[in-house]
């Protein structure tokens, strides 16, 4: 019985002229992957400017990035991807896998941002000092010294954002976006069988997740095993 509603969701073409349901998820994991991987980069250029501007000295500098965060981390991010679809791009054909890109870069970066800011204060305050006193600017002590040891302290905290950022992606088929989510629910939509495309996209996700958590483990034990020698 199982059998038969593998073959009928994965294997056979399904109806309508569409090609066979693991293609369609292949199709889908393509899509998903792309959106997760630019809005990554996004989000981390973005979130570093942001989180650097947080730690400034000056307010009119502090003020701009605080009311950005807290404006972002303070609405669904389903709601600012129909923003940025029905309101930003509401006079534009875009592609829907780049209106995603931004939306789910912008709302990463607000996250990113604390992560930066913490890792930031997780260094000597010390070593600023010691770099401007042997005439470093601050930028680049900050771009030289600061950045590269917060970020080794933060790898934990930016790989859990990248896993939710991926999972988030799920909801890219609300603005027509087909990706590995929408491409499983139109095979449940064409099959009238739930079980095997649903149960299909969830394990793509866990593996994808468990991947992605593996990678970054390992990277960790690896800069760890740096620092210890």
Known sequence: MWWSRIQQCLIDPLPNGLPPGWKM?????????????????LGVALGTVLGVMRMSKRWWIRLPARLY???????????????????????????????????FGLNSAAYVSEIVRAGIQSVNPGQMDAARSLGMPGGMAMREIILPQAFRNILPALGN??????KETSVVGFIGGMDLM??????????????VPLLSVAAVYLVLT???????QRLERRLNWGRER
């Open 25 to 41: 998820l292949l199709d889908g994991l393509g899509t998903t992957l792309m959106i997760t991987a630019l809005a990554v980069c």
């Open 69 to 103: 965060t807290d404006l972002i981390r303070g609405t669904p991010v389903l709601v600012q991807l129909f923003i940025i679809n029905f309101i930003v791009f509401a006079s534009v054909q875009a592609d829907k896998w780049l209106v995603a890109v931004i939306a």
């Open 210 to 216: 468990l991947g992605i958590a593996a990678l970054l």
């Open 182 to 195: 929408r491409m499983g629910d139109i095979i449940r939509s064409k099959t009238y069988e739930a079980y």
């Open 161 to 166: 954002e990248f896993v939710v950022l991926l």
